[in-house]
């Protein structure tokens, strides 16, 4: 059974440097493609971060690119998103996800956890 499990969310101030964790129960996680995605009621969700397979390629949202980084450690089967500069528009439920393809497209994902909300206050 594939479980991903978000944590590190909360509220911050605005200008904060929160880091979120995933942690992901899946075999051959090293495999996937890893993503980060967010989403506030009533838009659609967005991608924030992928990372390739082998931590060498990243891609970002250009709304999020230079402030936040995407990480992973395979041996560990986790995944992190380091925020940095957080405005208020950061505000949203943030998703890691699994797949195999390099992608800021949710529908590239196969495997979703539940999702760690993020509120930024000024």
């Known amino acids: 059974q594939v479980q991903l499990v978000e944590s590190g969310g909360g509220s911050v101030q605005a200008g904060g440097s929160p880091t979120l964790s995933c942690v992901a129960s899946?075999?051959?996680?090293?495999?996937?493609?890893v993503g980060w995605f967010r989403q506030t009621p009533g838009k659609e969700r967005e991608g924030v971060a992928s990372m390739y397979r082998s931590r060498v390629g990243a891609v970002y949202a250009d709304s999020v690119k230079g402030r936040f980084t995407v990480s992973r450690d395979n041996a560990k089967n986790m995944l992190y998103l380091q925020m940095s500069s957080l405005k208020a528009e950061d505000t949203a439920m943030y998703y890691c996800a699994v797949g195999h393809t390099l992608s800021l497209v949710a529908e590239y994902y196969n495997f979703w956890g539940q999702g760690t909300p993020v509120t930024v206050s000024s």
């Open positions: 899946i075999h051959s996680y090293r495999d996937y493609c």
